[in-house]
Antibody, heavy 120, light 113 residues
């Protein structure tokens, strides 16, 4: 069965960097685009980034463009989100999700999320 | 960016009654070349990640009870729960995947009356 396990969350000071990981199993990782979505405490869902199945196309939400970088490692079946210049408003649970196909479509499976807190 | 607006923000419905949630996009999400609406619905129960209910505006995901249905085209969409069950208490989100960045509606909180 599909499993997505996020890690790397924690408390970080404003302006610092953090990298999240998402280990994928139960499907052919190289055939699916992957997505990061976040949810601030008590708030709605915020689409963060998407990487295509072959890694050639990357898309970002407006609030993270230029600060966050999505990437993937096929040898480790792992998705990453490198987050730079973190701000208090980046505080959220970060979910990793699998897209139904290789391109820019919707997610059909989600991980349980990892909490990032940006605070001094 | 496409802005997704849901209504109402919250809704209280009696058990066994119909619940209707609306979602409006700031521009059409209907792709003319394949006549598909790039619109999905998710359910998020407290403390859980989102769960896919509906995609292509009206296709029910495998395993989703048939009391859930989606309709609409272009810019106006509806999620209907035909007979509310206790386990349907959740927040519901629409998502457009027509163009990047993909965008969610603000969510509709569904409660039991």
């Amino acid at each position: 069965q599909v499993q997505l396990v996020e890690s790397g969350g924690g408390v970080v000071q404003p302006g610092r960097s953090l990298t999240l990981s998402c280990e994928a199993s139960g499907f052919t990782f190289s055939r699916h685009a992957m997505i990061w979505v976040r949810q601030a405490p008590g708030k709605g869902l915020d689409w963060v980034a998407l990487i295509s199945d072959d890694g050639s196309r990357k898309f970002y939400g407006n609030s993270v463009e230029g600060r966050f970088t999505i990437s993937r490692d096929y040898s480790k079946n792992t998705l990453y989100l490198q987050m730079n210049s973190l701000r208090p408003e980046d505080t959220a649970v970060y979910y990793c999700a699998k897209s139904v196909y290789g391109g820019s479509l919707f997610a059909d499976y989600w991980g349980q999320g990892t909490l990032v807190t940006v605070s001094s | 960016d496409i802005v997704m607006t849901q209504s109402p923000d919250s809704l209280a419905v009696s058990l066994g009654e119909r619940a209707t949630i609306n979602c409006k996009s700031s521009q059409s999400v209907l792709y003319s070349s394949n006549s598909k609406n790039y619109l999905a619905w998710y359910q998020q129960r407290p403390g859980q990640p989102p769960n896919l209910l509906i995609y292509w505006a009206s296709t029910r995901e495998s395993g989703v009870p048939d009391r859930f249905s989606g309709s609409g085209s272009g810019t106006d969409f509806t999620l209907t729960i035909s007979s509310l069950q206790a386990e349907d208490v959740a927040v519901y989100y629409c998502l457009q995947y027509y163009s990047t960045p993909h965008t969610f509606g603000q969510g509709t909180k569904l409660e039991i009356k």
